[in-house]
Protein backbone atom coordinates (compact mmCIF):
# COMPACT_ATOMS: atom_id res chain seq x y z
CA UNK A 1 0.00 0.00 0.00
CA UNK A 2 2.56 2.07 1.09
CA UNK A 3 4.52 2.08 -2.60
CA UNK A 4 1.14 2.56 -4.29
CA UNK A 5 1.31 6.13 -2.12
CA UNK A 6 4.48 6.65 -3.25
CA UNK A 7 3.32 5.82 -6.59
CA UNK A 8 0.43 8.07 -7.00
CA UNK A 9 0.82 11.26 -4.67
CA UNK A 10 3.87 12.88 -6.79
CA UNK A 11 2.20 12.00 -10.02
CA UNK A 12 -0.97 13.46 -8.81
CA UNK A 13 0.83 16.79 -7.73
CA UNK A 14 2.62 17.10 -10.69
CA UNK A 15 -0.86 17.27 -12.52
CA UNK A 16 -2.09 19.76 -10.47
CA UNK A 17 1.08 21.89 -11.11
CA UNK A 18 0.97 21.48 -14.71
CA UNK A 19 -2.28 22.47 -14.62
CA UNK A 20 -1.55 25.80 -12.96
CA UNK A 21 1.55 26.78 -14.12
CA UNK A 22 0.37 26.25 -17.51
CA UNK A 23 -1.48 29.82 -17.06
CA UNK A 24 1.36 32.29 -16.03
CA UNK A 25 3.84 29.55 -18.28
CA UNK A 26 2.23 30.49 -21.24
CA UNK A 27 1.91 33.87 -20.72
CA UNK A 28 5.77 34.26 -19.99
CA UNK A 29 7.69 35.93 -22.49
CA UNK A 30 10.10 33.09 -22.56
CA UNK A 31 8.55 29.57 -20.62
CA UNK A 32 12.10 28.47 -20.48
CA UNK A 33 12.81 30.45 -18.06
CA UNK A 34 10.76 28.64 -15.87
CA UNK A 35 12.02 25.23 -17.11
CA UNK A 36 15.12 26.48 -15.65
CA UNK A 37 13.65 27.08 -12.23
CA UNK A 38 11.82 23.89 -12.26
CA UNK A 39 15.09 21.91 -12.98
CA UNK A 40 17.03 23.61 -10.27
CA UNK A 41 14.18 22.93 -7.97
CA UNK A 42 13.65 19.34 -8.97
CA UNK A 43 17.57 18.90 -7.77
CA UNK A 44 16.95 20.59 -4.54
CA UNK A 45 14.10 18.09 -3.32
CA UNK A 46 15.49 15.27 -4.67
CA UNK A 47 18.55 15.30 -2.93
CA UNK A 48 16.84 15.00 0.25
CA UNK A 49 14.66 11.70 -0.53
CA UNK A 50 17.38 9.33 0.44
CA UNK A 51 18.40 10.64 3.32
CA UNK A 52 15.32 10.30 5.53
CA UNK A 53 14.00 7.46 6.48
CA UNK A 54 10.20 9.47 8.12
CA UNK A 55 8.21 7.93 5.30
CA UNK A 56 6.20 11.52 5.15
CA UNK A 57 8.85 13.49 4.61
CA UNK A 58 10.47 11.42 2.06
CA UNK A 59 6.92 11.45 0.28
CA UNK A 60 6.90 15.21 0.69
CA UNK A 61 10.67 15.55 -0.99
CA UNK A 62 9.30 13.15 -4.07
CA UNK A 63 6.57 14.84 -4.37
CA UNK A 64 8.00 18.25 -4.61
CA UNK A 65 10.61 17.17 -6.49
CA UNK A 66 8.50 15.70 -9.45
CA UNK A 67 5.99 18.87 -8.97
CA UNK A 68 8.74 20.56 -10.06
CA UNK A 69 9.15 19.25 -13.10
CA UNK A 70 5.70 20.51 -14.38
CA UNK A 71 7.63 23.44 -15.06
CA UNK A 72 10.04 21.82 -17.79
CA UNK A 73 8.20 19.25 -19.65
CA UNK A 74 5.40 21.76 -21.04
CA UNK A 75 7.96 23.99 -21.68
CA UNK A 76 10.16 21.83 -23.73
CA UNK A 77 7.11 20.11 -25.55
CA UNK A 78 5.48 23.73 -26.37
CA UNK A 79 9.13 24.94 -27.43
CA UNK A 80 9.66 21.56 -29.78
CA UNK A 81 6.12 22.30 -31.05
CA UNK A 82 6.82 26.01 -32.21
CA UNK A 83 7.89 24.50 -35.37
CA UNK A 84 5.48 25.57 -37.84
CA UNK A 85 5.78 22.77 -40.65
CA UNK A 86 3.19 19.46 -39.25
CA UNK A 87 5.57 16.80 -40.55
CA UNK A 88 8.96 18.72 -39.42
CA UNK A 89 7.65 19.20 -36.35
CA UNK A 90 6.56 15.66 -35.31
CA UNK A 91 9.96 14.15 -36.81
CA UNK A 92 11.34 16.41 -34.29
CA UNK A 93 8.98 15.44 -31.79
CA UNK A 94 9.90 12.45 -32.18
CA UNK A 95 13.63 12.75 -31.72
CA UNK A 96 13.03 14.49 -28.81
CA UNK A 97 10.47 12.07 -27.02
CA UNK A 98 13.21 9.40 -28.19
CA UNK A 99 15.92 10.94 -26.05
CA UNK A 100 13.99 11.25 -23.15
CA UNK A 101 12.63 8.15 -23.65
CA UNK A 102 16.09 6.09 -23.65
CA UNK A 103 16.97 7.47 -20.76
CA UNK A 104 14.16 5.78 -19.25
CA UNK A 105 15.32 2.90 -20.81
CA UNK A 106 19.07 3.32 -19.76
CA UNK A 107 18.45 4.46 -15.79
CA UNK A 108 16.93 1.12 -15.02
CA UNK A 109 19.81 -0.80 -16.39
CA UNK A 110 21.94 1.57 -14.30
CA UNK A 111 19.74 2.13 -10.79
CA UNK A 112 18.98 -1.68 -10.41
CA UNK A 113 22.50 -2.59 -9.54
CA UNK A 114 23.56 0.57 -7.61
CA UNK A 115 20.23 -0.15 -5.69
CA UNK A 116 21.19 -2.93 -5.03
CA UNK A 117 24.79 -1.99 -3.81
CA UNK A 118 23.67 1.21 -2.20
CA UNK A 119 20.10 2.69 -2.50
CA UNK A 120 21.51 6.25 -2.00
CA UNK A 121 23.55 5.87 -5.44
CA UNK A 122 20.88 6.26 -7.70
CA UNK A 123 20.41 9.34 -6.48
CA UNK A 124 23.15 11.02 -6.19
CA UNK A 125 23.55 9.93 -10.07
CA UNK A 126 20.50 11.57 -10.87
CA UNK A 127 20.88 14.93 -9.26
CA UNK A 128 24.08 15.52 -10.99
CA UNK A 129 22.51 14.24 -14.56
CA UNK A 130 20.08 17.14 -13.31
CA UNK A 131 22.51 19.82 -13.27
CA UNK A 132 23.79 18.90 -16.62
CA UNK A 133 19.99 19.26 -17.78
CA UNK A 134 19.61 22.63 -16.04
CA UNK A 135 23.03 23.74 -18.58
CA UNK A 136 21.49 22.44 -21.38
CA UNK A 137 18.19 24.22 -20.69
CA UNK A 138 19.68 27.55 -20.38
CA UNK A 139 21.54 27.35 -23.88
CA UNK A 140 18.48 27.28 -25.61
CA UNK A 141 17.60 30.12 -27.57
CA UNK A 142 13.70 32.03 -27.49
CA UNK A 143 11.62 29.54 -29.96
CA UNK A 144 10.93 32.89 -32.32
CA UNK A 145 15.10 32.67 -32.91
CA UNK A 146 14.88 29.43 -34.17
CA UNK A 147 11.74 28.15 -35.61
CA UNK A 148 10.38 31.22 -36.87
CA UNK A 149 6.57 31.84 -37.78
CA UNK A 150 4.11 30.39 -40.04
CA UNK A 151 3.37 31.88 -42.94
CA UNK A 152 -0.13 32.40 -43.88
CA UNK A 153 -0.23 29.86 -46.98
CA UNK A 154 1.29 27.13 -44.81
CA UNK A 155 -1.74 27.75 -41.83
CA UNK A 156 -4.52 27.32 -44.57
CA UNK A 157 -2.81 24.26 -46.23
CA UNK A 158 -3.04 22.60 -42.47
CA UNK A 159 -6.24 23.66 -41.66
CA UNK A 160 -8.25 20.33 -42.14
CA UNK A 161 -5.61 18.64 -40.68
CA UNK A 162 -5.62 20.91 -37.03
CA UNK A 163 -9.35 20.49 -37.32
CA UNK A 164 -9.09 17.03 -37.19
CA UNK A 165 -6.49 16.84 -34.04
CA UNK A 166 -9.01 18.74 -32.35
CA UNK A 167 -11.90 16.55 -32.95
CA UNK A 168 -9.60 13.69 -31.45
CA UNK A 169 -7.82 15.67 -28.92
CA UNK A 170 -10.23 14.89 -25.55
CA UNK A 171 -9.92 11.27 -26.37
CA UNK A 172 -6.59 11.00 -26.49
CA UNK A 173 -5.97 12.85 -23.21
CA UNK A 174 -7.70 10.45 -21.87
CA UNK A 175 -5.73 7.64 -23.63
CA UNK A 176 -2.84 9.25 -22.11
CA UNK A 177 -4.46 9.03 -18.63
CA UNK A 178 -5.03 5.06 -19.05
CA UNK A 179 -1.34 4.51 -20.56
CA UNK A 180 0.20 6.41 -17.74
CA UNK A 181 -1.85 4.47 -15.43
CA UNK A 182 -0.91 0.91 -16.10
CA UNK A 183 2.97 2.31 -16.69
CA UNK A 184 2.97 3.90 -12.98
CA UNK A 185 1.01 0.56 -11.14
CA UNK A 186 4.14 -1.54 -12.97
CA UNK A 187 6.94 0.98 -12.08
CA UNK A 188 5.25 1.54 -8.64
CA UNK A 189 4.03 -2.37 -7.60
CA UNK A 190 5.27 -4.61 -10.14
CA UNK A 191 9.00 -4.29 -8.45
CA UNK A 192 7.11 -6.63 -5.16
CA UNK A 193 6.22 -9.20 -7.45
CA UNK A 194 9.65 -9.97 -8.75
CA UNK A 195 11.35 -9.79 -5.05
CA UNK A 196 8.94 -12.09 -3.22
CA UNK A 197 9.16 -14.41 -6.55
CA UNK A 198 13.01 -13.90 -6.57
CA UNK A 199 12.73 -14.88 -2.27
CA UNK A 200 11.01 -17.90 -3.27
CA UNK A 201 13.07 -19.05 -6.17
CA UNK A 202 10.18 -19.09 -8.01
CA UNK A 203 11.38 -16.83 -11.02
CA UNK A 204 12.27 -18.56 -14.15
CA UNK A 205 13.20 -17.74 -17.91
CA UNK A 206 10.19 -19.72 -19.09
CA UNK A 207 9.15 -22.98 -17.26
CA UNK A 208 11.93 -25.12 -16.51
CA UNK A 209 11.80 -26.99 -13.58
CA UNK A 210 14.70 -24.77 -11.36
CA UNK A 211 15.16 -21.82 -11.50
CA UNK A 212 18.85 -20.60 -12.85
CA UNK A 213 21.38 -18.87 -10.84
CA UNK A 214 20.94 -15.79 -12.31
CA UNK A 215 17.07 -15.25 -11.41
CA UNK A 216 18.07 -16.14 -7.50
CA UNK A 217 19.26 -12.96 -6.12
CA UNK A 218 19.35 -9.34 -6.85
CA UNK A 219 15.69 -8.34 -7.37
CA UNK A 220 15.85 -4.63 -8.23
CA UNK A 221 18.18 -5.79 -10.94
CA UNK A 222 15.42 -8.05 -12.71
CA UNK A 223 13.27 -5.25 -12.52
CA UNK A 224 15.26 -3.31 -13.91
CA UNK A 225 15.79 -5.20 -17.34
CA UNK A 226 11.76 -5.19 -17.52
CA UNK A 227 11.63 -1.31 -16.79
CA UNK A 228 14.68 -0.84 -19.28
CA UNK A 229 12.29 -3.05 -21.66
CA UNK A 230 9.12 -0.77 -21.46
CA UNK A 231 10.90 1.93 -22.21
CA UNK A 232 12.78 1.01 -25.15
CA UNK A 233 9.81 0.26 -26.71
CA UNK A 234 8.22 3.25 -26.06
CA UNK A 235 11.51 5.22 -27.28
CA UNK A 236 11.24 2.62 -31.09
CA UNK A 237 7.10 3.62 -30.84
CA UNK A 238 8.44 7.52 -31.18
CA UNK A 239 11.16 6.38 -33.85
CA UNK A 240 7.96 5.09 -36.08
CA UNK A 241 5.30 7.83 -34.77
CA UNK A 242 7.82 10.77 -35.90
CA UNK A 243 8.38 8.96 -39.37
CA UNK A 244 4.95 8.19 -40.46
CA UNK A 245 1.34 10.06 -40.88
CA UNK A 246 -0.71 6.42 -41.13
CA UNK A 247 -1.77 6.74 -37.69
CA UNK A 248 -3.04 10.20 -37.37
CA UNK A 249 -6.81 10.77 -36.58
CA UNK A 250 -7.10 7.35 -36.68
CA UNK A 251 -9.08 6.19 -33.19
CA UNK A 252 -8.37 2.11 -33.84
CA UNK A 253 -4.43 1.99 -33.43
CA UNK A 254 -5.37 3.29 -29.97
CA UNK A 255 -8.18 0.86 -29.38
CA UNK A 256 -6.36 -1.94 -30.35
CA UNK A 257 -3.21 -1.27 -28.17
CA UNK A 258 -4.63 -0.70 -25.07
CA UNK A 259 -7.01 -4.15 -25.37
CA UNK A 260 -2.79 -5.83 -25.70
CA UNK A 261 -1.71 -3.36 -22.24
CA UNK A 262 -5.16 -4.86 -20.62
CA UNK A 263 -3.58 -8.52 -21.31
CA UNK A 264 -0.45 -7.90 -20.89
CA UNK A 265 -1.65 -6.74 -17.14
CA UNK A 266 -3.05 -10.38 -16.36
CA UNK A 267 -0.48 -12.48 -17.68
CA UNK A 268 2.21 -10.10 -15.68
CA UNK A 269 0.56 -11.61 -12.43
CA UNK A 270 -0.39 -15.21 -14.31
CA UNK A 271 3.32 -15.89 -15.40
CA UNK A 272 6.74 -16.57 -13.56
CA UNK A 273 8.57 -16.76 -17.06
CA UNK A 274 10.52 -13.62 -16.84
CA UNK A 275 10.54 -13.68 -20.82
CA UNK A 276 6.48 -13.33 -20.70
CA UNK A 277 6.98 -10.25 -18.50
CA UNK A 278 9.33 -8.89 -20.58
CA UNK A 279 6.81 -9.15 -23.69
CA UNK A 280 4.18 -8.04 -21.36
CA UNK A 281 6.37 -5.28 -20.83
CA UNK A 282 6.96 -4.29 -24.38
CA UNK A 283 3.36 -4.21 -25.24
CA UNK A 284 2.75 -1.79 -22.26
CA UNK A 285 5.88 0.29 -23.38
CA UNK A 286 4.32 0.46 -26.85
CA UNK A 287 1.08 1.50 -25.48
CA UNK A 288 2.20 4.38 -23.64
CA UNK A 289 4.36 5.74 -26.63
CA UNK A 290 1.76 5.52 -29.12
CA UNK A 291 -0.63 7.17 -26.33
CA UNK A 292 1.43 9.83 -24.64
CA UNK A 293 2.96 10.79 -28.72
CA UNK A 294 -0.45 10.99 -30.80
CA UNK A 295 -2.07 13.22 -27.04
CA UNK A 296 1.25 15.67 -27.71
CA UNK A 297 0.83 15.92 -31.64
CA UNK A 298 -2.81 16.57 -31.19
CA UNK A 299 -2.21 19.45 -28.31
CA UNK A 300 0.43 22.05 -29.73
CA UNK A 301 -1.61 21.61 -33.37
CA UNK A 302 -3.17 24.89 -32.18
CA UNK A 303 -0.26 27.51 -32.09
CA UNK A 304 -2.16 29.76 -29.56
CA UNK A 305 -2.86 26.77 -27.20
CA UNK A 306 0.49 24.60 -27.45
CA UNK A 307 1.99 25.58 -24.08
CA UNK A 308 -1.51 24.92 -21.67
CA UNK A 309 -2.69 22.07 -24.23
CA UNK A 310 0.72 20.23 -23.58
CA UNK A 311 0.51 20.98 -20.00
CA UNK A 312 -2.56 19.13 -20.33
CA UNK A 313 -1.44 16.44 -22.15
CA UNK A 314 1.50 16.43 -19.13
CA UNK A 315 -1.53 16.82 -16.54
CA UNK A 316 -3.41 13.56 -17.80
CA UNK A 317 0.22 11.47 -17.09
CA UNK A 318 0.10 12.83 -13.84
CA UNK A 319 -3.77 11.91 -13.18
CA UNK A 320 -3.01 8.57 -14.87
CA UNK A 321 -0.31 7.82 -12.35
CA UNK A 322 -2.06 8.98 -9.41
CA UNK A 323 -5.40 7.11 -10.06
CA UNK A 324 -3.78 3.97 -11.54
CA UNK A 325 -1.03 3.57 -7.99
CA UNK A 326 -3.60 4.64 -5.86
CA UNK A 327 -6.63 2.37 -7.02
CA UNK A 328 -4.68 -0.60 -7.65
CA UNK A 329 -2.35 0.30 -4.84
CA UNK A 330 -4.65 0.06 -2.56
CA UNK A 331 -6.64 -2.96 -4.07
CA UNK A 332 -2.98 -4.77 -4.32
CA UNK A 333 -2.28 -4.27 -0.38
CA UNK A 334 -6.26 -4.79 0.65
CA UNK A 335 -6.76 -8.03 -1.65
CA UNK A 336 -3.22 -9.06 -3.02
CA UNK A 337 -1.40 -7.81 -6.40
CA UNK A 338 -2.94 -10.68 -8.18
CA UNK A 339 -6.61 -9.30 -7.77
CA UNK A 340 -5.42 -5.71 -8.55
CA UNK A 341 -3.53 -6.47 -11.79
CA UNK A 342 -6.76 -8.82 -12.86
CA UNK A 343 -9.25 -5.71 -12.03
CA UNK A 344 -6.98 -3.43 -15.03
CA UNK A 345 -9.29 -5.24 -18.19
CA UNK A 346 -12.32 -3.54 -16.43
CA UNK A 347 -10.82 -0.31 -16.09
CA UNK A 348 -8.95 -0.09 -19.32
CA UNK A 349 -12.15 -1.54 -21.06
CA UNK A 350 -14.58 1.66 -19.06
CA UNK A 351 -11.86 4.18 -20.42
CA UNK A 352 -12.00 2.82 -23.71
CA UNK A 353 -16.13 2.86 -23.79
CA UNK A 354 -14.88 6.66 -22.21
CA UNK A 355 -12.82 7.65 -25.16
CA UNK A 356 -15.05 6.41 -27.68
CA UNK A 357 -18.24 8.51 -27.04
CA UNK A 358 -15.55 11.47 -26.45
CA UNK A 359 -14.35 11.13 -29.84
CA UNK A 360 -17.83 10.75 -31.01
CA UNK A 361 -19.02 13.81 -29.11
CA UNK A 362 -15.99 15.88 -30.77
CA UNK A 363 -16.45 14.73 -34.35
CA UNK A 364 -20.33 15.62 -33.96
CA UNK A 365 -19.63 19.28 -33.19
CA UNK A 366 -16.77 19.63 -35.85
CA UNK A 367 -17.70 21.32 -39.25
CA UNK A 368 -18.13 17.96 -41.93
CA UNK A 369 -15.17 19.67 -43.76
CA UNK A 370 -11.87 17.98 -43.84
CA UNK A 371 -13.24 15.58 -41.27
CA UNK A 372 -10.98 12.33 -40.36
CA UNK A 373 -11.81 8.84 -40.48
CA UNK A 374 -12.00 6.34 -37.95
Known sequence: FMLGVFGAVPPAAYAVMCLASSRFVSRAENGLNWAVFGACAFIGFYALVPVTRIPVVCCAALTAAIASLALVWPAMHSWIGSDPRPKVRARHMGLFNIAWSTGYAISPLLAGPLCDWDYRL?????????????????????????????????????????????????????GVMVASALNNVVRAIYPQRIADLVAANGLRWFCEAAPADILTYA???????????????????????????????RFGYRLGLQVAAAGAMWLLVHTESLVLMMASFTVLGANLGFAFFSGLYYSISNPARKHARAAINEGAIGMGGFAGSIVLGHVAGRYGLVVAFEYAPVFVGAALVLQALLLWHSKARMPRAGSAPL
Open 219 to 249: PATKFSWLASALAATTALSFVVMGRTERWHH
Open 122 to 174: PYVVLCCLAFAVFLIVRSLPHERDYFGSASQELLEERADHDRASEAHLLSAWC
